[in-house]
């Protein structure tokens, strides 16, 4: 886990770093130079607060998405070649 710090200008101006930065660890946001906002990821916010239940949600989630993909994949038209059969 890293910790990453950054100002709030710099948050401004490059949030997609922010985001990525808040895959790895937590990402401590400064004001004037003292530490005012922590980003964490949806995931490492759900472990640290499993009294909310995100951690049986993320589950769901996970398991309705599975789901999904495994059902459009079998939906899927075979694909066929144009023009190159005798």
């Known amino acids: 886990m890293t ?3 950054l100002s709030s200008r710099a948050l401004n101006q490059d949030v997609t770093r922010a985001k990525r ?6 990402v401590i946001i400064t004001d004037r130079g003292k530490p005012a ?8 916010f759900g472990k ?8 049986i949600k993320l589950k769901r989630i996970a398991k309705l998405r599975n789901e999904w993909h495994s059902a ?11 023009g190159l059969q005798p």
């Not at 930065?21 to 937590?26: I, L, Q, S, V, Y």
Request: with cysteine.
């Open 48 to 55: 640290r607060h499993p009294v909310l239940g995100f951690d």
């Open 37 to 44: 906002h922590v980003l964490l990821s949806f995931v490492e």
């Open 72 to 82: 459009r994949a079998r939906k899927a038209p075979k694909r066929r070649g144009v």
């Open 3 to 5: 910790i990453t710090t």
């Open 21 to 26: 930065a808040a895959c790895r660890g937590p």
